[in-house]
């Protein structure tokens, strides 16, 4: 996709999966979206992004569902998944959800703090 960066994002609220594509879009990365988890792991399988920013308050399937069969699949084992958490849920020391995820970003959106962390990943990639 032009050379740019894909990245998933798998959102819940439409509202937010708009806001974000648009943004990273601005940031010139490609961006596949999806309001559901069984698909994103589809579309992770099909297109190989180089980064998925994963909802994990989806509603249709768990994040952690997400994730297991994510990191269980030879093809996208290796894709960094950044948590997208509720700023209450990250202040919770205890929340199984953040298992499995390689870094964690806080909803409402910060959009400074969501550019450092995906070029952080992004960058180690072309190591």
């Known amino acids: 996709m032009n050379g740019q960066p894909l990245i998933l994002v798998v ?20 961006c596949i979206c999806t309001k559901q988890g069984v698909r994103a792991v589809m579309l992770a399988q099909t297109h190989q992004p180089d980064l998925i920013l994963l909802d994990t308050m989806l509603s249709n399937s768990s994040a952690n569902q997400v994730i297991d069969d994510l990191k269980h699949d030879s093809k996208t084992a290796s ?19 953040l298992t499995g995820f390689d870094d964690c970003i806080t909803k409402p959106y910060h959009f400074n703090q969501l550019e450092v962390v995906i070029n952080r990943h992004i960058i180690q990639l072309s190591y």
């Open 79 to 97: 894709i960094p998944i950044i948590g997208v958490t509720p700023l209450t849920m990250t202040q919770d020391d205890n929340s199984p959800r």
């Open 11 to 30: 959102e819940q609220s439409l509202h937010d999966l708009e806001l974000l594509n648009s943004h990273l879009e601005t940031l010139n990365f490609s």
